[in-house]
T-cell receptor, first 111, second 115 residues
Framework: QQQVKQSPQSLIVQKGGISIINCAYENTAFDYFPWYQQFPGKGPALLIAIRPDVSEKKEGRFTISFNKSAKQFSLHIMDSQPGDSATYFCAAVWGRRALTFGSGTRLQVQP | DAGVIQSPRHEVTEMGQEVTLRCKPISGHNSLFWYRQTMMRGLELLIYFNNNVPIDDSGMPEDRFSAKMPNASFSTLKIQPSEPRDSAVYFC?????????????FGEGSRLTVL
């Protein structure tokens, strides 16, 4: 129940394209869903986050779509750029517990 | 403002040796987390502290692993004796607890290689 399942494991997108990463969870107690971005040799950093009372949140080229009934959420990167090439982790948390991370998606944006 | 500081950045050791990883959280943060990252298992929570008190250590693999937080500005993760399967990147992260924003601030990690 603590798991967050993430797909795909890796993704190659052309510059200007849309990158889509999906996550699913079982624990309905989760009440906060952040996405983290990690560049090689660095620690993950918060990218964008959503709470289950909204279905979508957009920040610049990054959008989270949230489907509470399906227990799924996704990250969309519009107009993907080579600088977006990184590993992306979805995560979930409730209460004062620690984050549970998905397995990560390695995104490569080709010029 | 300095971020989370971890040391050493890289450690190569031989099986059976003791390894100590160190972390200085961001000043004012009262929660500290240790995560381990491997290709096979991704980011795994090992232990986290709130106000220097261990809250959940269920992710600590076994008795060879121990973590301490003697004060608000310092934590250690110790592996004794180390084994090749402990090879991973160990991340320390801190946050301001009570905000429940889920925003962790990670250090750059300590890459451990056990030969």
């Amino acid at each position: 129940q603590q798991q967050v399942k993430q797909s795909p494991q890796s993704l190659i997108v052309q510059k200007g394209g849309i990158s889509i990463i999906n996550c699913a969870y079982e624990n309905t107690a989760f009440d906060y869903f952040p996405w983290y971005q990690q560049f090689p040799g660095k620690g993950p950093a918060l990218l964008i986050a959503i709470r289950p009372d909204v279905s979508e949140k957009k920040e610049g080229r990054f959008t989270i779509s949230f489907n509470k009934s399906a227990k799924q959420f996704s990250l969309h990167i519009m107009d993907s750029q080579p600088g977006d090439s990184a590993t992306y982790f979805c995560a979930a948390v409730w209460g004062r517990r620690a984050l549970t991370f998905g397995s990560g998606t390695r995104l490569q944006v080709q010029p | 403002d300095a971020g989370v500081i971890q040391s050493p950045r890289h450690e190569v050791t031989e099986m059976g040796q003791e390894v100590t990883l160190r972390c200085k959280p961001i000043s004012g943060h009262n929660s500290l987390f240790w995560y381990r990252q491997t290709m096979m298992r991704g980011l795994e929570l090992l232990i986290y502290f709130n106000n220097n008190v261990p809250i959940d250590d269920s992710g600590m693999p076994e008795d060879r692993f121990s973590a301490k937080m003697p004060n608000a500005s310092f934590s250690t993760l110790k592996i004794q004796p180390s084994e090749p399967r402990d090879s991973a990147v160990y991340f320390c992260a801190s946050s301001r607890r009570g905000e429940n924003t889920g925003e962790l601030f990670f250090g750059e990690g300590s890459r451990l290689t056990v030969l």
